[in-house]
Each structure stands twice: as C-alpha cells, then as structure tokens.
C-alpha cells in the first residue's frame, strides 16, 4: 500500500485540478473505460447528480469504505477513484435517478470543498497511467495476459469472443487490463485494489494471478457441468427407454407386471437395505423385467425379493431399560429361578449404562428338568425387556437346511428357520427362543448344531450367511434364549457360546407357592371361576403334590389341579344349592383316586447290603438302593438292575478297593475266592447310569462282607477311585432335596462338592446334616453304626478270640 502511495503522488505532479461533485457508491467501483448503469436515491447523490447534469456532466465516482453509511462524507470514501462523465439521466417517478456513466480516467481526491453544503464536492486530480516501452519484457506480459484473458473468454460463457478483436498491441494493455478487471467477478475491495494500481506492469501481475485463480475455477466449473450433464442424459435417455419398453409391454398386455416391478424397486429404496441385499434386489428386478410373468423363473425371482424386502433391516424396538419395571414383571410371573433373573437384570444394568455402545446381546441356555418354565421365564424376559417375541422348535431337526435355509436352485426353496423368525418378528432385535437345543439330531443331510454355531457366536452373527438370501444378514442385536434339559447332549463348541444357566426342581415350598400364587388364579381364571366358589388348603395341596405328583417342575401338578377344578364345576352343575366347592380329604381321594406316589417306608430298610444312595433323573432328585448279597461260588461279580457301563464301571473299581482292604476288614485275602457278590439296583425296568453311585456300592459290600448294617436314615452320593477317594459329582440340588423329602436325616457327599451345597443350603431348612468325605474310610464310619474296621484293631491287640466271643454275645442280645 505504501508503493501505491509512493506512484500516486509521483504521478499528482504538475497534473490539473479539477473542483467535481462526488458520486459515493456502496460496493461498486467503476473502472476508467467502463460503462454502468446507477440508480441514484439518496439526496447527496441526486444533487450532485443534478449539478454536473448542469455543469459539463462531469462527476468524481468513488466507493464508500463502510455500506452501512446512509450519508457519507468524504473522509468515509476511498480517496481513489474515478473521474467519470454522465451519459444519460432519467428520472423515475419516486424522484431518484437512473443514470449511465462511463469511467474517463483514475483520479484522487486531493481536499474537500467545505462551502457546498447539499453534496460533497472534492478538489480531485487525475491519475495517468504512463505506456509501457516495446521491449521484450513488456511485450511478454502483454501476450501472457492476452492470453490468459483470450483463455478465459474461451471458457465463460458470459462474454463474447467479440471482445479480444479490441486489443492490438501493447498500447492496449491499460485498456485491456481495466477491461479484464471489470470482466472479472471480483468484490468491490479488490476492484478497489485494481483501481489503485497505477503502474501498469504490477497491474497486469496482479491482474495475471486473479486470471489464473478465475480459469482454474471456470475449468473445474466447466469438468463438474460436464458429469452431471452427462448424468442427466443418461438419466433422460433410461426415461425414453423406459417409457418405450413401457409401450411395448403395453402392448404385450405385460403392464401389471410393469407396474408391480415399479413398485417392487420404489419399495426397496424405501426400506434401508445393506449396500449388498440392494445390489441384490436391483439385480433380480433387472432380470425379471426380462421374465415373462408366468414363467417359473419369474415366480422364483419375485419370491426372493419379497423375502428380502419384508427382512427388518433397520427397524428395531426401544428396550425398557427400568430395573425395577424388570424385576416386577419376573418375580410377577415366576417363583424362585434366582440365577436367570440376576442374569437378565444384570444386562439391563448394563445396556442403561452402555447406551447405544453395548453392541452384542447376551446368549443365554436356560438348562433344568421339564417342567421348571424354561419357555416361559423366556417370555417373560422378552416382555421385561419391551421386546417382541419368536419361539422356534429345535427338537428332532435334522436338516441344517432348517438354520441355513435352501438354495434357490431348490424347487420350493426358503429360508431358514431364523430367517424366518427375524420377519415374524418385523424388527432388528427380537428375543428368538431356541427350545430344545439338546434334541437335535444328524443325518446325511447335514448336522444343524454345526450351524447353530454361527447363530449363536457373537463375533460372527453380524454377517449370518443364509443360503436361500446370498447376503449377509445381521443378528447380533438379537438376544438369544436356549433351552436344554440334558446339558451333555449339547455339542462342547456350542454349548461354549452358550451362557448357561441351570434351573433346578422346585423344592416343595416352591410348589406350594407357585400352586398358590400362579396356578390356581391361572386355572380359576381359565374355567370362570372365582376365588369364592373354590377352595383348598395349604396341607391339602402338600398331599396332592406329594402323593399325585413326581416331577421337578409343576407341569403334572396344573393337570392334576385342572382335574379338581372340573370335578369341582361338575358337582356346582348338578346342584344349583352349592354355591362353593371345599375341597377336603374325601374329594381328593374320590376325584382323584387312590395316592399315585407314596412315601417309602424306611422302617424296614435296615438290612445288611442294603445302602440307600442317591440320583438325579429328568423329573429331579430321587433315591436309589442299592442291595448286595454274597453267595458261595467262585469269585464272580455278578450286576443286574438295567446299569449301565460307567455304573459298571464303578462297582468293579468298589469291589477292588474292597479287596485291596480285605485285611482290615478282617477278612482273609482271598476271600473272593469261594465267594460271588450279586449287586442289585432295583426298579430294574429303568435304565441307570453314572459315576455317583461309586461310594454306594463301596458301602453295600463292605456291609454284606462284614455282616454289618448301615444306618437306615443315611444316604449318600459321590464317585469313587481304586485307592479309595470320593470325588464330586452333578446334581446334588435335586439329590438333597430328594433326601429331605423323604426325611433321611444324613447326606454324605464329597468334600469338593462343599461349595456347591453352600449356594443352595438354605432350601434345605435344616432338615439335613450334610458330613463332607475325602475318602471311602471317612464313608464308611458315618454309615454303620459300628465301625466295620474295628475287628482289625482288635486283632492287633492279640485278642481276637475274646473279641470275636464279645462281639457275638452283644449280636445274641
């Protein structure tokens, strides 16, 4: 700015100085050379206007700083500007002005003219711009900027290529370097800046640089016009095709099908499809527009792309994500089950604390015996999380078509089982209950637990690939639900993938309160009945569900409470007089018959060999005895009772601990010799296996080769070893339970299982005295009620006679 000074007052030297009235302009410049059109409206404006039309029309042109200025004065103008002569004037009806000016030459305002009140009038000098001398550097910016300027016109489509023939030479650069400057689109601060130049070599540098920026934009202007005109006729010449195919189907009678393809792809832009399935959809509708409606083919390709459209592909459901909400709906519809509701609270926690970054959904296998409300307690999940519900049956599936689905080269093919389920349920995250995940099986047509694996593992089922749809599909927002009631029938690699939860039987006080609270508003409600027209008592629904039922959950005590409810609504149809059915002692035994399930009588079971031992079954706990007598014969061991070959198993490594021990039994060496052991477990009809009846069979031959009974009110459960250890076993809730019910007063049981016991002991409500065991030895001296060792100790006092004549006095009495 300060050179720009510098060449303006060089150039004010010796110059005229001319009195002008001024012209302010808000964010317009006018250029020597230029002609433009103003509309003069403010009073200054119009009297100066009017005072140069009278003079010699000769008027100074200069930009306010600041447009905000509605009467500027002369220190609010830039003091360079432009000596102009007006060309025409014409007055508008409101009393302005519109006027034409053309720009002389570049003039400054050397001081303002006090005396004139009514506009401002300046002392103002022009600005001569000197010619460039022919040399070749000047020529050669004369050239570069014909050039540029020659590029530009070529490019913009708003001036006429008329405009170079004006420019000659070199003595036209001033002329062509104003003329570029009004040509380009620039603000009025650089116009401004343009106007200040005055040497004329930084000005066509200045101008060269503006000219560069303005081709490069033009061309990228002139690139982009061209992709979306091409766009656009590609665009219009699809309609024309479009339209022609339109009239020739028409014609062919082939409009419906037209029409349905139409509404099929405006369909699928709507829908939110992934980047593949709508490539897929494209593709297909592509091709049945090629179809013949009738075709096969056709028929083929239109059922693929409503199975893929009526797929949720965005839509999910909001979770209710309130804790105690959950914890209502739950306790509200199930009694117990304490693990698989902490579960499902915990991710509720969870996914109210995460938000949207909790990503998987947990995958969960609810495992017990039938009965216990696995499917149910799934539902209710479903209902405590506010999500939408899909049950699919796995048990006897053998296909793995089933998950996966069929290939569409099938006649008939569909997707798979999941698939399936996902548009049932119409959004992104249902709760899917796999029920029966342990009854699957396996052919030649495939293994379906296989695919399972890739349902059910969280860091695959975002891209699930179904046969039938041939794109990826994602599940993982999808809470999975498995049920199982034998766990050892689940594969190993996909129970791993599984939460497991195990749902025990109910305990007696359980059932009592789920008869109570569930049931029987359940059955009353079903058969329209009230409270008031039935009723039965706490002691009477213990004796129904000890004497009428045998199960671990409470699926044959609704039957058999259905049953009393019907006789009862009999008895209230014969006789209007009844308006209440009690149900006692007598109704129960004529409406329901004789007691199905009596409590053994354990008053006799004080016998040598006989031990009673405990099992776990499908329908829970129960007791299993075990009877051994010992023969004379030749060392055979002889097994009957249905047992399998781990059962097997465990009384051969019994009796060859027993033998092992033969001496401190007071037995001799090869006692076994002349003898043969016959183990027994009775119920002989039912098959029996497993390992923790080891420590039974120990006891039973111990007592039958000892002489000695075994305690009548204890049973016992766990593995045992050649050397004599009893190792843990599974399913001591129901055993213990079992146990209580039927008023054994000792359980003896591994010292490893300790810990288990621990999370259920207070079920037991003291009615067992649990005696923990590292080995056989700890065993045996808590089942007799005399040590079978003690001979051995005798003996080694060296009083084996006076012990043996003892020992048979005390038997005699």
């Known amino acids: 700015m300060e050179q720009i000074n510098k060449e303006i007052n060089s150039n004010l030297k010796n110059k005229q100085i001319k009195v002008l009235p001024v012209l302010p302009l808000k964010n317009l410049v006018t250029l020597p050379k230029s002609i433009i059109p103003v509309i003069v409206g403010r009073d200054i404006s119009v009297k100066a206007v009017e005072f140069a039309a009278k003079k010699n029309k000769e008027i100074f042109v200069s930009t306010q700083r600041s447009v905000k200025k509605e009467k500027p004065e002369a220190k609010d103008l830039y003091q360079v500007g432009t000596r102009a002569v007006i060309l025409q004037i014409a007055r508008m009806p409101n009393g302005t002005f519109k006027i034409l000016i053309e720009g002389i030459c570049r003039s400054k305002i050397l001081n303002v003219d006090e005396s004139n009140k009514d506009f401002i009038s300046v002392s103002a000098q022009d600005l001569i711009t000197p010619p460039l001398l022919e040399t070749p550097k000047n020529l050669a910016i004369w050239r570069n900027l014909f050039d540029l300027f020659k590029q530009y016109v070529n490019l913009s489509d708003k001036i006429s290529n008329e405009v170079l023939s004006m420019f000659r030479g070199l003595s036209d650069l001033d002329y062509l370097a104003d003329t570029i400057a009004v040509q380009l689109p620039l603000d009025f601060n650089q116009r401004q800046k343009v106007l200040e130049i005055i040497d004329l070599e930084k000005r066509a540098f200045h101008l060269s640089v503006l000219l560069e920026k303005e081709i490069e934009v033009l061309n990228t202007e002139k690139k982009i016009k061209k992709r979306v005109q091409g766009q656009i006729e590609k665009n219009q010449k699809d309609y024309y095709l479009n339209e022609q195919m339109r009239a020739i189907q028409r014609e062919l009678g082939r409009q419906d099908h037209q029409q349905e393809i139409d509404k099929l792809r405006e369909k699928s832009k709507k829908a939110k499809l992934s980047k593949d399935a709508l490539e897929k959809v494209e593709s297909e509708l592509k091709r049945l527009e090629q179809m013949q409606p009738t075709s096969p083919e056709a028929a083929v390709s239109r059922n693929y792309v409503d199975w893929i459209l009526n797929l949720p592909w965005k839509k999910t459901t909001k979770d209710n994500v309130a804790l105690s909400d959950a914890e209502k709906i739950l306790n509200s519809s199930h009694a117990a089950m304490k693990k698989a509701k902490e579960r499902i609270i915990e991710f509720l926690a969870a996914k109210k604390f995460a938000g949207s970054k909790l990503k998987k959904s947990p995958i969960v296998c609810l495992a017990g015996p039938p009965g216990v409300g696995k499917t149910s307690l799934a539902m209710s999940i479903a209902e405590s999380l506010g999500r939408k519900l899909v049950r699919i049956s796995l048990g006897g599936m053998r296909d793995e078509a089933e998950i996966r689905g069929h290939r569409r080269t099938y006649i008939g093919a569909m997707p798979g089982k999941i698939v399936q389920s996902m548009k049932r349920a119409g959004v992104l995250n249902p709760v899917i209950v796999l029920d029966e995940v342990d009854k699957m099986a396996m052919d030649f047509r495939g293994d379906p637990a296989s695919a399972l694996l890739e349902v059910l593992d ?356």
């Open 458 to 813: 969280p860091e695959q089922n975002n891209a699930f690939s179904d046969y039938f749809l041939e794109v990826d599909y994602d599940l993982s927002k999808v809470m999975f639900i498995t049920t199982a009631n034998v766990v050892d029938n689940i594969p190993s690699p996909l129970l791993d993938r599984m939460e497991l939860i195990e749902l025990s039987g109910y305990t007696l006080k359980e059932k009592l309160k789920i008869a109570k609270d569930f049931l029987l508003p359940k059955l009353l409600k079903e058969y329209a009945l009230n409270e008031k027209q039935f009723e039965i008592s706490n002691e009477l629904l213990l004796k129904v569900i000890e004497e009428y039922t045998k199960e671990a959950g409470v699926r044959q005590l609704e039957r058999v409470l259905s049953k009393l409810i019907r006789k009862g609504i009999q008895v209230l149809l014969k006789n209007k007089r009844i308006k209440k059915i009690k149900v006692d002692q007598a109704k129960i035994s004529s409406w329901l018959g004789f007691a199905k399930y009596k409590l053994p009588d354990r008053k006799n079971l004080g016998h040598i060999g006989r031990v009673t031992g405990l099992a776990w079954t499908e329908l829970g706990g129960d007791i299993l005895d075990v009877e051994v007598m010992v023969l004379k014969g030749k060392g055979a061991l002889t097994l009957t009772g249905q047992l399998g070959e781990v059962m097997q198993e465990s009384a051969q490594a019994a009796m060859s601990y027993i033998r092992s021990r033969a001496k401190d039994f007071g037995l001799k060496e090869d006692f076994y010799s002349d003898l043969d052991i016959h183990i027994h477990v009775p119920e002989g009809a039912i098959p029996k296996d497993g390992p923790s009846a080891g420590i039974t069979i120990a006891t039973a031959i111990t007592s039958a080769l000892t002489k000695i009974e075994v305690n009548k009110d204890v049973a016992m459960t766990g593995e045992v070893t050649l050397q004599g250890r009893v190792l843990p076993v599974g399913g001591l809730k129901e055993k213990l339970l079992a146990a209580a019910r039927l008023n054994i007063k000792k359980v003896i049981v591994s010292k490893e299982n300790e810990d288990d016991i621990k999370e259920f002991e207070k079920e037991l409500e003291g009615k067992l005295t649990v005696v923990y065991v590292n080995n056989v030895d700890d065993v045996l001296k808590h089942s007799f009620s005399e040590s079978p060792f003690k001979k051995v100790v005798k003996k080694a006092l060296g009083t084996k006679k006076i012990i043996k004549k003892a020992v048979s006095k005390k038997r005699k009495k």
